[in-house]
Nanobody
Framework: QVQLVESGGGLVQAGGSLILSCAASASTSTTYAVGWFRQAPGKEREFLATISWTGIRTYYADSVKDRFTISRNNANHTVYLQMNSLKPEDTAIYLC?????????????WGQGTQVTVSS
């Protein structure tokens, strides 16, 4: 069981940056990969990035790979999404999810999301 809470969203101007955080709570023996997703009004949920438990492996969607960076600090059970050069089309609710270590991941646990709004 993993519980996730996102934070760090807000309003930013186009070209600006934000850092989102995904704080996880789980038993000390639990290992999990974490993914970031987003959902804009009227659109399907979109995968953005994922990071393995060790942090060694990362994978990005083509739409964000040159602007977003995923990282994690297992000491404080937090995964981050650094977002640079933000565009109005990045406006969405951003969610993090956790998966037991498996390929492909199965996103069994989800946070409630944090709103990101990019103004033009």
């Amino acid at each position: 069981q993993v519980q996730l809470v996102e934070s760090g969203g807000g309003l930013v101007q186009a070209g600006g940056s934000l850092i989102l955080s995904c704080a996880a709570s789980a038993s000390t023996s639990t290992t999990y990969a974490v993914g970031w997703f987003r959902q804009a009004p009227g659109k399907e949920r979109e995968f953005l990035a994922t990071i393995s438990w060790t942090g060694i492996r990362t994978y990005y969607a083509d739409s964000v790979k040159d602007r977003f960076t995923i990282s994690r600090n297992n000491a404080n059970h937090t995964v981050y999404l650094q977002m640079n050069s933000l565009k109005p089309e990045d406006t969405a609710i951003y969610l993090c999810a956790a998966s037991e270590p498996r390929i492909p991941p199965v996103w069994d646990y989800w946070g409630q999301g944090t709103q990101v709004t990019v103004s033009s």
